[in-house]
Structures are given as structure tokens and as C-alpha cells.
């Protein structure tokens, strides 16, 4: 595959891994298909670059030293147009940087697929394929469980079926189209017509979604009732210790998850709607104007924090924890609104007074990336994604 080919290309986790596996078997003569899996990472020191341990587990295998490996890596990857820079560091891993017009292009990308996107599909136009959705997606009625521990453990067996459906190859384009089809969300909890057994009584005063989050947000499958999750939120809430999980409140992690959607939702759709604006056509090359908005360090940092899905999405699989993929949406939901508020996003907005067209439009694909990825990840877990503040 000649990456220099490519019209049109973003910084993805898949891109960006190609690129440094292609550039290994042209230093090593070994087929990209015979290397080890090696899931890039961000970077904590250079905004904007990523690392990847590729060299380090394939080194012993080769009986070379990482760093030496990762040195002649980094020599192809100098002659790439698509890398400021590429340079070994720590231990031997290959770092990465790529253009600004490449790490910006993430946003529009992302904004077009975000299910595709975090479910690391080659093709985004999978996700509106047609057919069912795969074995196991269907969630459990949890207002039929015999009590609170019952209910933790159906949410947490619903996202964990939905995840790994999502993270396995043979499912993800099935998994994406189920996500992709769900229709819009309002904030409404359906009311409980029985609250004879504590489940019951739990989902009427904390509602389904923060009852899924919840279940879902602590690591061990087996919690004692007298631990949290962080200020007030007990790992098992009850219908009489419900703490901050019964609040309409930043406070409390479902809220905040799904008022981080809805605001990014209707910057997109509504708010940008109302002064005239919108995103502009997909796949299309940002101009320096674009860029430079879309590179700022808090756009940056939320452009890293999408990078991440797919790893995170991964992770949540592979060890069945959907606390993972929970801590991950609430980093992009913090991102989201450190970005939001760092500078004007729309002209004419709660004072705002930026009003070049493109530049907006640029900030519309993050808005719609982010809301869009927390969508996502929220519909796997079973928990629904309003669309209006």
C-alpha cells in the first residue's frame, strides 16, 4: 500500500500504525501481516506526537536491540511527506508526528463516522450498511431484576456483549450500523409501573442511565456496598444511598456524559443552525486558517483524546471491564469542554466574535467528532444520547 498515495488522509490510530509497520518491513524485509499487534499511544510530553512499541516486541525476536531497530524505523520514516518528524525514544520506541493538516484532518473524519471511527473499521461507510444487529444486542430489562446486585450485574453483561461485539472484527461493521441507526434520545426516563423489588425502586430514583453508568463505572466485578467511584458516588448506589447518581448535577457521571453529547449536539445542530452556519463538505483538504484552529493546545488535546477510542474500546474488550470505555468518555467529555471554553468556537455566540466561516466550520467537525464518539460510546453501554440541552 503506497500511503503517499492517498488523497485524503487523518491521523487515525489504523493510518498512523500502517505507516510505521509499512516502514518496518522496508527496514526489515518482514511482511507488515507477520508483525505483532502494537497499539500506538499519545504522547505526554509533545502534543501531537505518538509512540508505538512495535520495535520493542519484535526486537528479541530478531535479537537486536530495540533501539537500533527502532533507528532504522525511523529512517524510513523520515522520508515520509505526512511526518514533521520521526525519532526514536525511552526504551526504543518509534515516535511519530504528523503534519498539522494531517492531526486536524482527525476531526472531519471522525465527524463523518464516529462509530466506524471508534470501532476501528477500515471503510467508515460500513457503519450505514444494512442488517441486523449482531447476537447479543439486545438489552436486558432491568426494572426485572430482583434487586440492586442483580441489575449491576445484567448492565454490566449488556455492555460487556455490546463491546466485544464491537471490538471484534467479524461483528464491529454490524455493531456500527446498530449504532449508527439508533435513533435520537431525549432525556425522559421511561416511568417504572412497579417498584416492588429494589431494582425497581433503584431505576425510579436514579433512572436506567445512571444505573447502566454506574454498573458499569467500577473495575471489580465484586464491590462492597461501602465503595465509590469518586465524591458521593457509591460502586453500588440503592434506592436510600443513591448519592450523587440521583442528581441532575456535574456531579454525578451519567449526567455529565450525556449533557457533554447534548451540548455538542447543539452547537452542531442547533446553535450553529440559528447564525447561519454549518459544516462544510467531507474529505476536503482545511486551509492554514483551519489548521491553525484545529492545533491549538486544547484542540489538540481533544483530537488526542479522540485518537485514544480505539484503543480504549479495545482495552474494555479484551480484559471485559466497561469501566475502561466509561473513564475514556468521561476524558473526552472533560476534553470536549476544556476545548469548548478555551476560546470562541462560534461567532456570535455567548459573546463570541470570531467570524471566519471556514475556521467555524473546521470547529463544527470537533464539536461533531466528540459528540458523536460520546454517542457512541455511550449506546454501548446501553445508556441513551440526548440531543438537546
Not at 11 to 37: F, K, N, Q, V, W
Not at 85 to 103: C, K, N, W, Y
Not at 243 to 250: F, I, L, N, Y
Not at 283 to 289: E, G
Request: glycine share 6%; proline share 8%; with cysteine.
Amino acid at each position: 500500500m503506497a500511503m503517499t498515495a492517498l488523497s485524503f488522509a487523518a491521523a487515525t490510530p489504523r493510518y498512523l500504525s500502517d505507516l510505521i509497520r509499512h516502514a518496518c518491513t522496508e527496514a526489515t524485509g518482514i511482511p507488515a501481516a507477520h508483525l505483532p499487534d502494537a497499539p500506538l499511544r499519545r504522547s505526554t510530553d509533545q502534543p501531537g506526537q505518538y509512540l508505538s512499541p512495535l520495535t520493542s516486541r519484535l526486537a528479541g525476536r530478531l535479537g537486536r536491540a530495540a533501539r537500533d531497530l527502532a533507528a532504522d524505523i525511523t529512517a524510513v520514516l523520515r522520508n515520509q511527506p505526512h511526518l514533521t518528524d520521526a525519532q526514536v525514544t525511552g526504551p526504543g520506541f518509534v515516535a511519530v508526528t504528523p503534519v498539522p493538516s494531517m492531526r486536524a484532518a482527525l476531526a472531519q473524519l471522525v465527524a463523518d463516522a464516529p462509530a466506524a471511527f471508534l470501532l476501528d473499521l477500515a471503510v467508515p461507510g460500513v457503519a450505514h450498511q444494512p442488517g441486523p444487529p449482531p447476537d447479543g444486542w439486545a438489552l436486558s430489562d432491568l426494572a426485572h431484576a430482583r434487586d440492586s446486585g442483580q441489575l449491576r450485574d445484567w448492565a454490566r453483561a449488556d455492555a460487556r456483549r455490546r463491546i466485544a461485539a464491537a471490538a471484534d472484527p467479524a461483528t464491529a461493521p454490524a455493531a456500527a450500523a446498530a449504532l449508527t441507526r439508533q435513533p435520537p434520545a431525549d432525556w425522559r426516563d421511561v416511568p417504572q409501573d412497579n417498584t416492588a423489588t429494589e431494582a425497581a425502586q433503584l431505576l425510579t430514583v436514579i433512572g436506567e442511565a445512571a444505573a447502566r453508568v454506574a454498573a458499569c463505572r467500577s473495575a471489580a466485578d465484586q464491590v462492597r456496598p461501602q465503595e465509590t467511584t469518586g465524591p458521593d458516588l457509591p460502586a453500588r448506589p440503592s434506592p436510600h444511598a443513591p448519592g450523587a447518581w440521583a442528581r441532575a448535577t456535574a456531579a454525578n457521571p451519567a449526567f455529565a456524559l450525556r449533557y457533554a453529547h447534548a451540548h455538542a449536539h447543539t452547537a452542531v445542530h442547533h446553535w450553529a443552525a440559528q447564525l447561519g452556519l454549518r459544516r462544510l463538505g467531507t474529505r476536503r483538504r482545511h486551509t492554514a486558517d483551519e489548521v491553525a484552529a484545529l492545533t491549538t493546545p486544547a484542540a489538540e488535546a481533544l483530537l488526542g483524546t479522540l485518537f485514544d477510542g480505539p484503543a480504549a474500546l479495545r482495552a474494555a474488550a479484551r480484559r471485559h471491564q466497561p469501566h475502561i470505555l466509561v473513564r475514556y468518555l468521561e476524558s473526552l467529555a472533560a476534553a470536549y469542554h476544556e476545548w469548548w471554553e478555551s476560546h470562541s468556537v462560534l461567532p456570535g455566540h455567548e459573546g463570541t466574535a470570531d467570524t471566519h466561516t471556514t475556521t467555524v466550520a473546521a470547529r463544527l467537525d470537533l464539536c461533531a467528532a466528540a459528540a458523536g464518539v460520546l454517542r457512541a460510546g455511550l449506546l454501548l453501554i446501553g445508556v441513551s444520547a440526548p440531543t438537546r440541552l
